[in-house]
Structures are given as C-alpha cells and as structure tokens.
C-alpha cells in the first residue's frame, strides 16, 4: 500500500487552529450527544496508521510534552531553523526544503506521514498539493482570531468526501484529492 500524507487537525468554524495565544483548551464539542454519528473517528485508530509525524519548532515545543506517550513511537520531523529546546531520540530536524524531503518518504515502506502542524508548515504542502487526504474536525466554536490553518494564496484543490461523522458537535470531515 502507498503511503499517504495525511492533513488531520481540528480547527474553529473561523479557520483557527489554535488561539491568540497559541492555545488549545477551546478543541472540545458542546457535550451534546443527541446528533452523534453511529460511526465515530477513532484518534486512536488513526494513530496506528501512521508512523510518521511532521511539525513546526512551534508545534513540536509547544505540544510534545503532551504527546510525549502518543509521539514517542513514531518518527517526527520538525521543520526549524533554529535549535530545539529538548530533542527526543525519535525526532529529526528539517532545515530546508521540508516538502521534497517527506514526499522522499512517500516512496520507502511504512505507513502514513500526518501532518501535525501548524500552519506554516503545512502551507507548502498544500501549495504543492502533496496531500492525499485531509482530516478535519471542525470544532464548534468560532475564535475571532489565532493561527490560520490555511494561509494565503493557496491553489484551489478538489477534494471528495469519504466520511463524515459527529462527536459532540464537533464534525470530522475526512477527504482525498479527487
């Protein structure tokens, strides 16, 4: 099976993917039930699809800690120009040309590449339009502000809905490239 690069983030109905402040207590649903899917996204499930993580210095310093247990079996790439506060034994750093070193990774043996974050890193794949599905959970909130998922001047790029499923309000929208 080929290996895909998978877009899977969350963001508010504005197109934030984290606060003002780079936060991300506001990625939660209503707690109302009364609307919920039969089939439910598994996060879980998902991460054993993938062996491979690629995110920013922001992302990787700012959420690593979190995901020390979920991130520490998988590869990560980090894409900085600058030094890391504390690097993991599975973590490498890309300084350069992020997006023809992990379509380079398409073509070995493994399973899927998830693009963590954030939206700097992301914005050349999208350009490129190396992504083969896109994940997306929309949170029902609206920020009025904070770190754009999708930045500008971006190609338009067709997608297909697979799967659409609700969590508590939240709706996770899974599409490939048509």
């Known amino acids: 099976m080929k290996r895909k690069i998978i877009l899977n983030l969350a963001i508010s109905l504005d197109g934030f993917i984290a606060d003002k402040e780079g936060g991300f ?5 209503d707690g109302d039930k009364a609307r919920d899917t039969k089939k439910q996204f ?7 699809t993938i062996d ?15 995901s020390k247990e979920m991130l520490s079996s998988k590869k990560v790439y980090v894409a900085t120009h600058k030094k ?16 023809s070193e992990i379509t ?3 073509k070995e043996k493994g399973k899927g590449i998830w693009l963590f974050g954030g939206g700097i890193v992301i914005d050349p794949f999208v350009k490129a339009e190396v992504i083969d599905e896109y994940i997306i959970g929309f949170i029902p909130t ?16 067709e997608l297909h809905l697979e799967e659409c499923t609700v969590q508590e309000g ?5 599409y490939s490239k048509r």
Do not use: C, H
Request: charged share 30%.
């Open 52 to 66: 491979t993580v690629v995110m920013g210095r922001k992302a990787y310093e700012e959420s690593y800690d979190v």
């Open 25 to 29: 207590d506001w990625i939660k649903g």
């Open 170 to 174: 939240i709706i996770i929208g899974r």
């Open 84 to 99: 890391l506060k504390n690097k993991e034994e599975n973590v490498e750093i890309i300084d350069g040309d992020i997006v």
């Open 142 to 157: 609206i920020l009025g502000g904070g770190r754009p998922l999708f930045l500008k001047n971006n190609p338009q790029v």
């Open 104 to 106: 380079k990774l398409k």
């Open 42 to 48: 598994s996060f879980p499930q998902f991460l054993e």
